[in-house]
């Protein structure tokens, strides 16, 4: 089992630590959970649909439609076996704006698990029914925590790796002005792979 407790070394605002994580193994509260999240998953993709949610506007249409096919079909496999994963950890926070203290312990017990092996991802499904999930799960909504993220932990099947659709760093980032050239391309992830080390290039003075 991960360790949600590494969470703590994230960086946080004046060390208040305005967060817990609840880890749930429960058969039981799993099934619910599950029901839950079919049909929180069917409104998201209601909203997608409509326009209300996914817009991006620096993707074309077509390879904006085959991204969403390809996480479409990742998430029928997360929900038609949401039964089985092992460990979910859902998340919550007092008077966090904007998720400034809440995410970066997010991601260091990400990172933790992944150090075991252990695979995480991270969803926000369930806000569609956070005051649902708060009620199973006993969470005192009166004192101002709410339910920032789900993450769901075992350990991963077939190839595990960086996402094969993600955009290079330098055609997401800009530098000194919004549209201004980044200033370096990042083609590939800097970490080595099997077959060859990738790095930065930068350009020629």
Known sequence: MPNPGRGDSGAQRGNTQRW??????????KSKFAELYVSCREREYA??????????PHEDAARR???LAR?????????DHFNDIPLLVFVFAVDDHGGANIY????SCLLAARAEGIGGVPTTVLRYEADRVCELLGVPREDGWRMISMLAFGYPLGRWGVAANRRPVHEVSSRNHWGRSFGARVPEPLWPSDEHRCGIELPSH
Do not use: N, Q
Not at 104 to 107: C, F, L, N, T, V
């Open 47 to 56: 909203d997608i649909s409509a326009g209300r949610l996914g817009a991006a």
């Open 71 to 79: 996480i479409k079909k990742s998430g029928d496999y997360f929900t």
């Open 20 to 29: 817990h994580f609840l880890a749930v193994d429960d058969a039981g509260l």
């Open 104 to 107: 970066p312990a997010i991601w």
């Open 65 to 67: 439609a085959e991204s």
